[in-house]
């Protein structure tokens, strides 16, 4: 977390309950975090396009509904890094919690029939939601949020490695990158948590294009932020396995990867 005596700027006094590593306002006095807001851009536009691309395809609206809910993580942690108000904080942190419900929902859905709705999968995810919500509004511990968090992610690896296991192993390779991006995110959080003073130290000895470089908390947006989209395309790619489409992996400009796929003709 960030040492005490960061400056103020244009959003005034920080009222949330995290203040991360990065000094405040260093790069403009109208954002409290410059690089740790930033950085979520790659959560907030390449997913709308998936989603756009998701409607066009006719594709379940679930999965539309899990490209918006990354976007809306995004846009809410770019209010968050940006203001460093609770008000943000909560509108970072929240739709974490229903976005990875969203994503639990469609891998434990992935082999059933088109279109179907499981109820029960569905009220119990809710339930969770909003117990979660009500909880964490009370006791204002960002550790129980984490622990939530962690625990819905833990569903999504274990659920991901039975598909990549048991069911489909020719999805290891996108399966273990989502999962090995998104932990390479974590580790490099926990370190810009731990070592905190000593980066700061480095970052006042060393030109700003290095500096730059050390702002962990921004490699965890980009690095989760990718990890999440891959993981999408992951239950996607099972799920129009199953539906018997066609899916294939592109690349557009030969580095952003998407799932083009087409319904198999009946014979």
Request: aromatic share 18%; glycine share 6%; with cysteine.
């Amino acid at each position: 977390m960030a040492p005490a005596g960061d400056r103020e700027g244009y959003w005034g006094p920080t009222t949330s309950t995290l203040d991360w590593c990065e000094e405040n306002y260093a790069v403009t006095w109208y954002i409290a975090e410059f690089w740790n807001t930033v950085s979520n851009l790659i959560m907030i536009i390449p997913p709308i396009f998936g989603a756009i691309q998701s409607i066009r395809g006719g594709l379940e609206k679930r999965y539309i509904a899990s490209y918006l809910a990354l976007t809306v993580v995004g846009m809410g942690s770019w209010c968050f890094h940006m203001t460093l108000k609770y008000e943000m904080q909560l509108l970072d942190e929240l739709p974490m919690i229903y976005s990875c419900c969203i994503f639990v929902y469609c891998m434990f859905e992935c082999f059933k029939t088109k279109n179907s709705v499981n109820y029960h999968l569905l009220f119990t995810l809710v339930l969770f939601s909003l117990i979660v919500t009500t909880v964490y509004l009370r006791v204002k511990e960002p550790i129980f949020h984490q622990v939530m968090y962690g625990m819905l992610v833990f569903t999504l690896v274990v659920r991901s490695i039975y598909i990549v296991t048991w069911v489909y192993p020719w999805l290891r390779g996108l399966g273990y990158t989502s999962l090995g991006v998104f932990l390479l995110g974590f580790l490099l959080w926990n370190i810009d948590n731990i070592f905190c003073d000593s980066l700061r130290n480095f970052r006042k000895k060393v030109p700003p294009i290095i500096a730059v470089t050390t702002q962990f908390h921004a490699w965890w947006h980009i690095l989760t932020g990718l990890g999440s989209y891959l993981h999408i395309l992951f239950s996607l790619y099972t799920r129009t396995l199953y539906l018997r489409y066609r899916p294939k992996v592109k690349f557009l400009f030969g580095i952003w990867p998407v799932i083009l796929f087409e319904p198999l003709r009946k014979q």
